[in-house]
């Protein structure tokens, strides 16, 4: 087990160095009333954590049957707090002042109790 946390204390390191400061919003399963547009609206937790951003290729785009679009992203992310796993088709990224939608979801957990790093495919939402 100490293999993995040092892993995971490697991955940090890296993506502080390199990397970026970001937050995971998670919708709250109870959504919160607004008395002004007489709607229930839905509001979100925010995590913090470190990651990186990259663009998927030209030849990636397009291929498996445009499950990747022009626009999506990669992020390799560690969160703060190591119980927080991101959600996809639920949470959101705020990374460099723009909101992306999560679309998929790897995480890296070799023992079951360290999770190491999680790869995330995104697309930047709608405003």
Do not use: W
């Not at 946390?5 to 109870?30: S, W």
């Not at 990636?60 to 499950?67: C, D, E, S, T, V």
Request: hydrophobic share 35%; aromatic share 8%; proline share 6%.
């Amino acid at each position: 087990m100490a293999f993995y946390d040092e892993m995971r204390d490697l991955a940090v390191e890296l993506l502080t160095e390199f990397g970026n400061d970001f937050q995971l919003q998670k919708p709250d399963p109870k959504p919160t009333y607004d008395p002004v547009t007489r709607k229930n609206i839905t509001t979100y937790k925010n995590y913090t954590g470190k990651c990186v951003m990259k663009p998927y290729t030209a030849e990636m785009i397009g291929m498996l049957q445009n499950i990747i679009k022009a626009g999506d992203v990669e992020f390799k992310c560690t969160m703060d707090d190591i119980s927080v796993i991101p959600t996809e088709g639920k949470d959101k990224i705020i990374f460099g002042g723009n909101t992306y939608n999560v679309l998929s979801v790897s995480t890296i957990n070799p023992s079951g109790s360290t999770v190491v790093v999680h790869t995330l495919q995104a697309r930047r939402a709608s405003n």
